[in-house]
Every structure is written in C-alpha cells, then in structure tokens.
C-alpha cells in the first residue's frame, strides 16, 4: 500500500468535504438562476462539477495507491440564500476552508515522508489559490454592483471562465 492509514482517512473525509461542497455550489447556483441571472447560476453550476472532479480525484488517488475508500454523511447546502453577497461569501469561505483542509493534507503526507502524495496534493494546493482569488474578486465585483447583479452578469461574461480555458 503506498499511502498510510492517515492520509487516507483524510482524504476520505476530504472526499465527503467536496461532495459537500459540490452540494453548496448547486444551491448558489439555483439561487442565480431563480433571480434571472443565468452566467452566475452557469458559473456556480460549473463549480459545483468541479467539486466533483475535485472528489473523484481523491477517490481515484486512494484506489490507485493501495487505499481503502470510505465515505461518511455529507453535509448539504444551506437551506436559503438571501442575496448574492451572500452566496458570494458562502462560497469564499468554502474556500478558504478548502484551502486550510488541502493544508492540512499536504502537512500529513510530508510528516509521514509520503513523497507521492505531496505530488498529487500540489495540484490541489494550485488549486485553491485560483479558487480563492476567483471568489474573492467576484464577491467584490458584486458587493460594487449592489443591486444591479446585471453588471455583474456582464462582467462575467466578458472575463470568460478560468475554468474552461485552463481544463
């Protein structure tokens, strides 16, 4: 087996965090599209795939390596958004939560020298810079946008997705 015991049970619970998160961005997303704005609701739709990706990865990764894949209950989506500031910043501290528990992966596989998990983990650590930044600078957009979310729409639509054009 080449990942240990504690890595693994990590990045089971880190499986269930991006299901989790996949679960949060389809919410985001159908509160976008209930307020007639659908490049946001596309936006967060794509994300909430991308936190799939993100979990099948981590499935993957710990089939490949030997591992035992074990998922527990996944937590959903808050039950009502009331605004995009709100969404925005539901979404921007996932990742910055995301960031920590990526953090705290990479942390387990060097303690236990486990050279092979680093290397996969860097794409996730990557990762989180651009999900942050992403989040962060739309939260701002929106926040400058105040009530006409059709700026913000604009806006989105002209910057084009990161996603697409790095996947």
């Known amino acids: 087996m080449l990942i ?17 998160a996949s679960s949060q961005y389809v919410k985001i997303a159908s509160y976008f599209a209930g307020e007639s704005l659908p490049v946001l609701a596309a936006f967060f739709f794509r994300q909430s795939e991308e936190e799939r990706e993100h979990a099948l990865k981590f499935v993957h990764y710990i089939l490949e390596t030997g591992g035992d894949v074990q998922l527990g209950p996944i937590v959903g989506a808050p039950e009502s958004i009331s605004s995009a500031e709100e969404a925005l910043q539901l979404a921007l501290d996932w990742e910055l939560e995301v960031t920590d528990q990526i953090n705290q992966l990479m942390q ?28 962060d600078e739309l939260l701002t957009v929106i926040r400058r946008a105040g009530e006409n979310l059709f700026h913000v729409e604009n806006y989105l639509a002209r910057r084009g997705d990161p996603h697409t054009e790095e996947e």
């Open 4 to 20: 240990g015991t504690k890595l693994n049970d990590a990045m089971n619970q880190q499986i269930v965090n991006e299901l989790g």
């Open 108 to 135: 387990i596989a060097i303690d236990e020298k486990d050279f092979i998990g680093q290397e996969f983990l860097r794409w996730f650590v990557n990762e989180q810079l651009e999900e942050v930044s992403t989040m």
